[in-house]
């Protein structure tokens, strides 16, 4: 069984920034695509950003140019890089791998 484990997470203030890191139990490479999601409190998940298989990476209209989404095959690991973070961007970050993989989520709160 594949696990992802994330971490990184925590408190920052308006403006600060944040590196979340998911690293597989195995080849992140076995997955067609790795990705994440947030859920805020009261709302659905909703996907932030992901990085296929061949490296092609995409992210949600609203942290475009904020979060960069990349990778490190050697480590099996997938990174969620978060710049000019504001408080919208409170949520519980999760990992996913194509398509059905899940990591525990990580608290990542945006507060002065």
């Known amino acids: 069984q594949v696990r992802l484990a994330e971490s990184g997470g925590g408190l920052v203030q308006p403006g600060g920034s944040l590196r979340l890191s998911c690293t597989a139990s195995g080849s992140i490479l076995d997955f067609d695509a790795m990705g994440w999601y947030r859920q805020a409190p009261g709302k659905y998940r909703e996907l932030v950003a992901t990085?296929?298989?061949?490296?092609?990476?995409s992210s949600r209209e609203t942290v475009k140019g904020r979060f960069f989404i990349s990778r490190d095959t050697a480590k099996n690991t997938v990174y969620l890089q978060m710049n000019n973070l504001e408080p919208e961007d409170t949520a519980v970050y999760f990992c996913?791998?194509?398509?059905?993989?899940w990591g525990q989520g990580i608290q990542v709160t945006v507060s002065s």
């Open positions: 996913w791998g194509a398509y059905d993989f």
């Open positions: 990085i296929t298989k061949t490296g092609n990476a």
